[in-house]
Nanobody
Framework: QVQLVESGGGLVQAGDFLRLSCAAS????????VAWFRQAPGKERELVAR????????YVADSVKDRFTISRDNTKNTVYLQMYSLRPDDTAVYYC??????????????WGQGAQVTVSS
């Protein structure tokens, strides 16, 4: 079992930087690929970024590719989403998710409760 807790969300202004953290408990975390998703009001959930178990492989969605990065520190059981030059359309609830076979199946077994990010213009 893996439990995920997101932190670092909040209200910021356009152009600001924010870093989200996803802290995990459970001894299998470093065996899991981890992803960040987001869901804005009235919109479907979308994949923002994902990272492999070792951190050696990452994917970032085209919509945020030039502004967001993902990283992980397995010694701290934590995955980060660094968000630069935030825009109002980045406003959403951001979810962290983990899965043992996620890179193969696209299925994430564990989810956090979400962190609200609000970007004002």
């Amino acid at each position: 079992q893996v439990q995920l807790v997101e932190s670092g969300g909040g209200l910021v202004q356009a152009g600001d930087f924010l870093r989200l953290s996803c802290a995990a408990s459970g001894h299998t975390f470093d065996s899991c690929a981890v992803a960040w998703f987001r869901q804005a009001p009235g919109k479907e959930r979308e994949l923002v970024a994902r990272i492999s178990q070792s951190g050696g492989s990452t994917y970032v969605a085209d919509s945020v590719k030039d502004r967001f990065t993902i990283s992980r520190d397995n010694t701290k059981n934590t995955v980060y989403l660094q968000m630069y030059s935030l825009r109002p359309d980045d406003t959403a609830v951001y979810y962290c998710a983990a899965g043992l076979l996620a890179l193969i199946t696209g299925k994430y077994d564990y989810w956090g409760q979400g962190a609200q990010v609000t970007v004002s213009s």
